[in-house]
C-alpha cells in the first residue's frame, strides 16, 4: 500500500533514516540513564535509594538535599578554590598558547617546523609518566600544598591548545595582516586587534576544554594539596563522605547533590558554547 503512494526509494530513505534515529534516540537513553538516575538520587530521602526495585521517580522530593550540602561540609570553600583555580589555568593557557602558535604560524624562523614537531612529539607521553619528576620539581620550588603546580604550568601553553591555535590561525588570510603593516600596525597589534578577535571559536573550543579539564581534574590536587582548605570540588566529594559521616549521618543522598553542584556548571559551559566548540574544532582540524 505504502509502495503505490511513495516510490520505492523513498520508502527504502524512509526506513533506513527511521532506524537511524531508533538507534541514536536508543543510544541517547542508555548513555542517559546514570546521569538522570544520580539527578534522581539526588532528590530522594536515604531510605528510599535502596528499594527494590528501583524507582527513577522518588516517591517522596527532597529538595533539601541541595540546602543541606552546604552546611554539612565545607562546599562554599571547594567551590570558590575550583573557581580560583580554573579560571587562571584557563586564562593563562589560552593567552600563552595563543602567542605561541602565532609565531608558529605566521613567522618564519630556523628549525620552525622541527619544533613544532617536538612540541607535538610531548603528547605521546601520558602524564602519569611525569609525575614524579614534576612532583621532584615543584617539591624544589617550594609549591606543594599551595595552587602554583595546578595553574603556573597552564601559563606555558601545551601542546595541544598550541596545535588548535595555530591550525585556525593558518586559516586566516596573511592578506589581512600585510594590509595591517601597511597601515602601521605592528606584529603585536596585529595580534590583539585581528587576530584574536577572528578566532572566537578556537578561543571558545579552548576555553570549553580547558575549563572541564581543570574545573574535574582530581590527580593534581590529590598530588600536590594537603590542606583540606585548599581542595578542589572534586577532591572535596572524595572526602564528602567522610566529613559528613564522622556526624553520623547517612551521605549517599548528599554525595549524589553534591555531586550535581559539580556537575551542572560543566553541563551549563557546554551548552551554552557548544556551537562555537564544535567550529572551532572543525575548522581548525580541517587546515593545513
Not at 538516575?37 to 530522594?44: G, I, P, T
Request: proline letters at 6%.
Amino acid at each position: 500500500m505504502i509502495s503505490e503512494i511513495l516510490p520505492a526509494w523513498r520508502v527504502k530513505r524512509i526506513i533506513r533514516y527511521g532506524l537511524l534515529y531508533a538507534v541514536a534516540y536508543g543510544l541517547t537513553i542508555i548513555f542517559a540513564l546514570p546521569f538522570l538516575w544520580a539527578v534522581s538520587s539526588s532528590l530522594k530521602p536515604v531510605n528510599e535509594l535502596f528499594l527494590w526495585p528501583p524507582q527513577l521517580i522518588p516517591k517522596t522530593w527532597r529538595f533539601e538535599n541541595y540546602i543541606e550540602i552546604w552546611h554539612v561540609a565545607p562546599l562554599a570553600r571547594f567551590f570558590i578554590n575550583t573557581v580560583f583555580v580554573t579560571v587562571f589555568s584557563v586564562s593563562g593557557r589560552i593567552l600563552s598558547a595563543a602567542l605561541v602558535a602565532y609565531g608558529f604560524a605566521r613567522f618564519r624562523f630556523p628549525f620552525r617546523n622541527f619544533l613544532f614537531l617536538l612540541l607535538l612529539s610531548t603528547l605521546m607521553l601520558p602524564y602519569q609518566v611525569t609525575i614524579i619528576p614534576t612532583f621532584l620539581l615543584f617539591k624544589a620550588f617550594g609549591w606543594l600544598d599551595t595552587y602554583n603546580p595546578l595553574i603556573i604550568p597552564n601559563w606555558f601553553g601545551g601542546a595541544f591548545a598550541i596545535f588548535l591555535f595555530r591550525q585556525f590561525f593558518l586559516t586566516i588570510p596573511k592578506d589581512l595582516d600585510e594590509a595591517a603593516k601597511i597601515d602601521g600596525a605592528n606584529t603585536l597589534w596585529i595580534f590583539i586587534r585581528i587576530i584574536l578577535p577572528l578566532s572566537k571559536p578556537v578561543v571558545i573550543t579552548m576555553i570549553v576544554i580547558g575549563f572541564l579539564e581543570s574545573w574535574n581534574d582530581f590527580f593534581g590536587p590529590l598530588i600536590y594539596l594537603n590542606t583540606p582548605e585548599k581542595y578542589t570540588l572534586s577532591l572535596g566529594l572524595a572526602n564528602f563522605q567522610r566529613v559528613v559521616s564522622a556526624g553520623g549521618q547517612a551521605t549517599e543522598h548528599l554525595l549524589m547533590a553534591a555531586s550535581m553542584v559539580m556537575t551542572l556548571p560543566s553541563i551549563l559551559v557546554f551548552i551554552l558554547l557548544q556551537r562555537y566548540y564544535i567550529q572551532g574544532v572543525v575548522i581548525s582540524s580541517g587546515s593545513k
